[in-house]
């Protein structure tokens, strides 16, 4: 069994940053964050595997950076230039075995969540 505690949301204007974090208790293969805005979808943001390598959703490549400090067993995403189409709850996630590049992003096969934190952007 994973835990998962999430920290970092809030309030903040468009074209700022927020980092949240995620503090996990066990192992996973891999993990990722992902966002659910009122009346849409959960869907992935960013992924990280055990091995560092990394995914992105393309409404936020080259915006966000998710990152994992292994020695505090934490992983972390970086959100620069918010937009307000950004505002959602955001989920960390992890799954408890091994899976396929193209199934990174996808909420439905993610084993383990957090109870989520929110971000709010304001235009």
């Known amino acids: 069994q994973v835990q998962l505690v999430e920290s970092g949301g809030g309030s903040v204007q468009a074209g700022g940053s927020l980092r949240l974090s995620c503090v996990a208790s066990?192992?996973?293969?891999?993990m990722g964050w992902l966002r659910q805005a009122p009346g849409k979808e959960r869907e992935g943001v960013a992924a990280?595997?055990?091995?560092?390598?990394?995914t992105y959703a393309a409404s936020v490549k080259g915006r966000f950076t998710i990152s994992k400090d292994k020695v505090k067993n934490t992983l972390y995403l970086q959100m620069n230039d918010l937009k307000p189409e950004d505002t959602a709850m955001y989920f960390c996630?992890?799954?408890?075995?091994?899976?396929?590049?193209?199934?990174?992003?996808?909420?439905?096969?993610?084993?383990?969540w957090g109870q989520g934190t929110q971000v709010t952007v304001s235009s």
């Open positions: 990280m595997d055990d091995d560092g390598d990394t």
């Open positions: 996630a992890a799954k408890r075995s091994p899976d396929r590049v193209r199934y990174r992003l996808l909420a439905e096969t993610y084993h383990y």
């Open positions: 066990g192992y996973s293969f891999s």
